[in-house]
């Protein structure tokens, strides 16, 4: 039998040959299929076992402490049991009646524990046990030699497949992408069924997350809702501390945290440091306990030694891109303050035209009014002495008509230069409109326009002069209605915006008509310009609509485009 088992035993390649190998010799030589073989890790973390399992042979991984192998692992003594009903412990099949306990030594260490059982009682004879002596002292060799032949191959593997990893994450500049392509890889190249890079980024609050695996999409969601860097976890634990942890039983390690749509039963969790800096963490997850061994946790340190180097130099990579996104926001400002300076320099050329053209405008109007007055008294006396079927009648009111019509030029001439005391107060801006809108809601309708109104509810209160805002809108809404002259649609809308860093209320008139031509549109708040001069226009509407606003602290813009209306927007400061 001894030659029988040197000569099949001694061709095996691996643990697993060898363990089948003698599994099928012991089975045939004792009638029994109840043989186990159990060979602690080098790490001492876990207990390889190879069992018969209903008939079939199984190999499966265990945590060593506390396994029912472990009493005879330390104290090297072989031991034969003929009935278990007087034994002090229990066999590992059940339905075992007597037993034989050879430890594997090699060079005076044990490297593990054949068992072979048997239904029967006293199965087994004390030659058998001398047998098992003299094949175990052989065995232990081979799997000695056996397990560090395996040791080496996975760590050789291990290598190649990070090797692989690397190749495809160096010179990658985005730690988005660094995070869940790596995880991507480490998952699939591995063959991990969970695998996470977690890496913190300076310029955000939350940590980039990369999952990889065939169940990274069902753990995305709650994984985007945890605290993943928390001091009472595992991961948290392994970033504050830089520790790196190989848990084969989830269960019994308290800062686990379990989730809703899955649990795990081991977990590797490694640091990615930088020095004494910790970047991020790589953490892998397998939903069976005790499924890493000490080559997979040094397999993940070397990843993560590999890793912070790439992780450093995205760094880097991004404290450049700062940099130049830096000087590009200021190339940037500058040029809005230059357009903004250049703005301030047209309102300000603007407001000094409007100022000359006011001081001259008093100046005519005051010389005007006089003759005008006396112009209008005398021809209104010759119209009452004046009977109904003289001649010159139509003539003398042709005269008081244009007179009159004269005399209201000069009059706003006389409003859009005087300067003295304003009157304002608190109003609601959506009254002045509806004041407004009923003095011209009969011209609207006869000019055959559509009026849409839509004001801002519980609007802010402004400061301004009331009368003077009334003004405002009356000329707005007759300039929208003179460009639609054969109808067309007025929009008129109040809201609050922001602007400038500060809260406004915006007031848009809105028109269909004919719109205004792109030259003459840096044009129509000048005094005196005007494009309605066959229709009588004079071109101080908006100017003192202009005035007014820019007067209360703000701004009127336009919107126009030829036959496709305008758009006035009038913003007042909150």
């Keep these: 039998m001894f030659n029988d088992f040197a000569l099949t035993i001694s061709s095996a390649q691996n643990l697993d040959q060898i363990a089948r190998r003698v599994f099928g010799l012991l089975s045939r030589s004792f009638s029994t299929e109840l043989i186990s073989l159990y060979i602690p890790s080098a790490?001492?973390?876990?207990?390889?076992?190879?069992?018969?399992?209903?008939?079939?042979?199984?190999?499966?991984?265990?945590?060593?402490?506390?396994?029912?192998?472990?009493?005879?692992?330390?104290?090297?003594?072989?031991?034969?049991?003929?009935?278990?009903?007087?034994?002090?412990?229990?066999?590992?099949?059940?339905?075992?009646?007597?037993?034989?306990?050879?430890?594997?030594?090699?060079?005076?260490?044990?490297?593990?524990?054949?068992?072979?059982?048997?239904?029967?009682?006293?199965?087994?004879?004390?030659?058998?046990?001398?047998?098992?002596?003299?094949?175990?002292?052989?065995?232990?060799?081979?799997?000695?030699?056996?397990?560090?032949?395996?040791?080496?191959?996975?760590?050789?593997?291990?290598?190649?497949l990070i090797h692989e990893v690397v190749q495809q994450i160096i010179g990658l500049s985005n730690k988005t992408e660094i995070a869940q392509i790596t995880a991507d890889l480490v998952a699939q190249y591995f063959g991990y069924e969970l695998a996470g890079v977690l890496l913190v980024d300076g310029g955000s609050e939350s940590p980039i997350l990369g999952l990889g695996g065939s169940h990274a999409d069902v753990v995305r969601g709650e994984l985007a809702r945890e605290e993943l860097l928390a001091q009472n976890g595992i991961m948290g634990r392994v970033f504050h501390t830089g520790e790196n942890v190989l848990v084969n039983d989830t269960a019994q390690d308290k800062l686990y945290k379990s989730l809703r749509s899955r649990n795990a039963g081991s977990e590797i969790c490694v640091a990615v440091k930088d020095g004494d800096r910790v970047l991020g963490i790589i953490d892998v997850e397998s939903i069976q306990q005790n499924a890493f061994s000490n080559n997979d946790l040094m397999a993940m340190e070397s990843l993560a030694g590999v890793l912070a180097t790439v992780v450093s130099s995205a760094d880097q990579y991004e404290r450049q891109l700062e940099t130049v996104r830096q000087l590009r926001s200021a190339q940037v400002e500058l040029k809005t303050r230059m357009t903004s300076q250049q703005e301030a320099e047209r309102r300000l050329l603007q407001a000094a035209k409007l100022a000359a053209v006011g001081e001259m405008a008093a100046g005519i109007?005051?010389?005007?009014?006089?003759?005008?007055?006396?112009?209008?008294?005398?021809?209104?006396?010759?119209?009452?002495?004046?009977?109904?079927?003289?001649?010159?009648?139509?003539?003398?009111?042709?005269?008081?008509?244009?007179?009159?019509?004269?005399?209201?030029?000069?009059?706003?001439?006389?409003?859009?230069?005087?300067?003295?005391?304003?009157?304002?107060?608190?109003?609601?801006?959506?009254?002045?409109?509806?004041?407004?809108?009923?003095?011209?809601?009969?011209?609207?309708?006869?000019?055959?326009?559509?009026?849409?109104?839509?004001?801002?509810?519980?609007?802010?209160?402004?400061?301004?002069?009331?009368?003077?805002?009334?003004?405002?809108?009356?000329?707005?809404?007759?300039?929208?209605?003179?460009?639609?002259?054969?109808?067309?649609?007025?929009?008129?809308?109040?809201?609050?915006?922001?602007?400038?860093?500060?809260?406004?209320?915006?007031?848009?008139?809105?028109?269909?008509?004919?719109?205004?031509?792109?030259?003459?549109?840096?044009?129509?708040?000048?005094?005196?310009?005007?494009?309605?001069?066959?229709?009588?226009?004079?071109?101080?509407?908006?100017?003192?609509?202009?005035?007014?606003?820019?007067?209360?602290?703000?701004?009127?813009?336009?919107?126009?485009?030829?036959?496709?209306?305008?758009i006035f927007t009038v913003w007042l400061p909150l």
């Design 43 to 160: 790490d001492e973390r876990l207990m390889r076992e190879f069992i018969n399992r209903d008939g079939k042979f199984a190999a499966q991984n265990a945590a060593l402490a506390g396994h029912p192998a472990s009493i005879f692992l330390k104290n090297g003594q072989s031991l034969r049991v003929g009935d278990f009903s007087t034994a002090e412990f229990q066999p590992f099949y059940s339905s075992a009646r007597s037993a034989l306990f050879v430890p594997l030594m090699y060079r005076r260490r044990t490297v593990g524990l054949l068992s072979l059982e048997s239904a029967h009682l006293e199965a087994f004879t004390q030659y058998d046990q001398h047998l098992m002596v003299v094949i175990a002292s052989y065995l232990a060799g081979l799997i000695e030699y056996g397990r560090l032949r395996e040791e080496a191959e996975a760590r050789v593997r291990n290598l190649s």
């Design 365 to 566: 109007a005051h010389e005007l009014n006089n003759p005008l007055t006396t112009v209008t008294g005398f021809t209104e006396l010759i119209l009452d002495e004046t009977s109904e079927d003289t001649p010159h009648r139509a003539d003398i009111e042709l005269v008081l008509k244009e007179a009159r019509r004269a005399r209201d030029v000069v009059r706003r001439l006389l409003d859009f230069a005087r300067q003295g005391e304003r009157t304002r107060s608190k109003v609601d801006i959506n009254e002045i409109i509806e004041d407004v809108l009923m003095l011209t809601r009969h011209l609207i309708h006869m000019s055959g326009v559509q009026l849409s109104l839509e004001l801002f509810k519980d609007s802010p209160w402004v400061s301004v002069d009331t009368n003077q805002m009334k003004q405002v809108f009356l000329n707005l809404i007759h300039n929208a209605l003179q460009a639609m002259p054969t109808g067309g649609n007025l929009e008129i809308q109040t809201s609050v915006r922001t602007k400038d860093g500060r809260p406004w209320i915006a007031v848009v008139v809105k028109d269909s008509g004919v719109g205004i031509e792109v030259k003459n549109k840096d044009r129509i708040f000048e005094p005196f310009f005007t494009t309605k001069a066959n229709s009588g226009g004079t071109g101080l509407g908006l100017s003192v609509t202009y005035g007014i606003v820019t007067d209360h602290g703000g701004t009127i813009e336009v919107e126009s485009s030829p036959g496709k209306g305008s």
